[in-house]
């Protein structure tokens, strides 16, 4: 039973920091780097942050905005690791690990999701496709960022599954 409600926490907890942590870490970089005008949209059931670019943005400042939500993510995933490297009882590592699964489940959604947006030109309005447009790159140089982008986000999960494989065990019967 204590087993199913930790499963249980693990679970919302990483829905809402997917969810909802994420579009407030970028309402705080929106924030410090541009404005001070920032409000929230449900957008399903995950919260959306709509502000308005001034007219002098720095495209430094915009790539990690638009990135953030993504990094975020995978400082959840190593923060979670750091805890479960430190705790020895098998019900709270069996939270952790289901929630680093959702977070590297979510990057793996997104990732493709934005992916899907740039090579079909803005098939969704994903952050990344907004970032591409307001970047004004080209098509060839929007497809060769996002296969960067894709290449360093898959390597890192491979990096974080291999390193939950320790912590998982199977019972051969």
Same mark, same amino acid.
């Given at each position: 039973m204590k087993k199913n409600i930790l499963?249980?926490?693990?679970?919302?907890?990483?829905?809402?920091?997917?969810?909802?942590?994420?579009?407030?870490?970028?309402?705080?970089?929106?924030?410090?780097?541009?404005?001070?005008?920032?409000?929230?949209?449900?957008?399903?059931?995950?919260?959306?942050?709509?502000?308005?670019?001034?007219?002098?943005?720095? !495209?430094?400042?915009?790539?990690?905005?638009? #990135?953030?939500?993504?990094? &975020? %993510?995978? $400082? *959840? /995933?190593?923060?979670?690791?750091?805890?479960?490297?430190?705790?020895?009882?098998?019900?709270?590592?069996?939270?952790?690990?289901?929630?680093?699964?959702?977070?590297?489940?979510?990057?793996?959604?997104?990732?493709?999701?934005?992916? !899907?947006?740039?090579?079909?030109?803005?098939? #969704?309005?994903?952050?990344? &496709? %907004?970032? $591409? *447009? /307001?970047?004004?790159?080209?098509?060839?140089?929007?497809?060769?960022?996002?296969?960067?982008?894709?290449?360093?986000?898959?390597?890192?999960?491979?990096?974080?599954?291999?390193?939950?494989?320790?912590?998982?065990?199977?019972?051969?019967?």
């Open positions: 499963i249980l926490i693990s679970i919302l907890v990483a829905l809402i920091s997917v969810l909802i942590l994420n579009e407030l870490v970028k309402a705080g970089a929106v924030y410090v780097f541009y404005t001070h005008d920032i409000s929230f949209i449900l957008k399903g059931i995950s919260l959306n942050t709509v502000f308005t670019l001034p007219e002098s943005h720095n !495209l430094i400042s915009d790539t990690i905005i638009y #990135l953030l939500p993504i990094f &975020s %993510v995978i $400082i *959840f /995933i190593e923060f979670s690791a750091l805890f479960l490297s430190k705790v020895y009882n098998n019900n709270i590592r069996t939270g952790l690990i289901i929630y680093q699964m959702i977070n590297i489940g979510y990057l793996v959604i997104v990732i493709l999701l934005n992916a !899907l947006s740039v090579i079909i030109n803005n098939f #969704l309005s994903t952050d990344w &496709s %907004v970032y $591409i *447009f /307001i970047s004004g790159y080209s098509y060839t140089k929007s497809l060769l960022i996002t296969f960067l982008l894709i290449l360093i986000i898959f390597t890192y999960i491979n990096f974080a599954t291999n390193r939950i494989k320790k912590y998982v065990t199977f019972i051969k019967s």
